[in-house]
């Protein structure tokens, strides 16, 4: 039976007994004068059958909610994301966009923060969500064009449809060519910018 036929049944057994206990003729030919205590109990029983009926409801509803993706891990559940680097690169190709690799681990402080900031911030969730085929990765792959200088968290590569890993595409730290802190979303948004022209500029 269906959550919303469960309901109405439930609803209409609900409305029948407090017509039954509450509408009585009282001491009409044949029937019987209900006490009092015995009124108090089935309105006692009338109450659990809403209450019932409350929880039996609450619980569909919720049922109904969408769960977060797992893949997303805080990055952002309302992006599609790809779970290994193979499936990414065949998306990429076949989609004609450019593949965005996060790297990434659950205990750095500073992963931390970023991923706050990136999930928070609109503009990079829109173009994530419609331009990009996104991939974010708590391991290292073994394309080691992905680690150009060292193989440290939080990292941010780009790779375009023709399946090259964009090592020129870099944020503002000279030791870690490829990380970001929050404070660096107007570079990382420019930088997913840059990535769309340069697909543009070689189509």
């Known amino acids: 039976m269906r959550t919303g036929e469960k309901s109405t049944k439930i609803l209409r057994h609900i409305t029948l007994w407090n017509s039954a206990v509450h509408n009585h003729p ?12 015995e ?40 992006i599609t994301w790809v779970q290994t680097y193979e499936e990414g690169l065949f998306q990429a190709k076949k989609s004609n966009k450019p593949l965005m690799v996060i790297h990434h681990l659950e205990d750095c402080q500073y992963c931390q923060a970023l991923k706050k900031a990136f999930a928070n911030s609109d503009e990079i969730q829109e173009m994530a969500q419609t331009s990009f085929v996104m991939l974010n990765l708590m391991h290292e792959t073994t394309d080691k064009n992905l680690s150009p200088d060292g193989q440290y968290v939080p990292r941010i590569m780009f790779v375009d449809p023709s399946l090259t890993v964009r090592a020129d595409i870099t944020g503002r730290y000279s030791n870690r060519l490829y990380t970001y802190e929050p404070q660096d979303l107007p570079v990382l948004i420019e930088n997913m910018k840059k990535a769309l022209r340069l697909i543009q500029k070689e189509l």
């Open 39 to 78: 009124r108090m109990s089935q309105s006692a029983l009338s109450l659990l059958l809403l209450v019932t009926f409350s929880t039996s409801l609450t619980v569909a509803v919720r049922k109904d909610k969408r769960a977060p993706q797992t893949l997303s891990r805080g990055w952002g559940d309302d």
């Open 26 to 37: 009282v001491g009409h030919r044949g029937l019987r004068r209900v006490p009092l205590e």
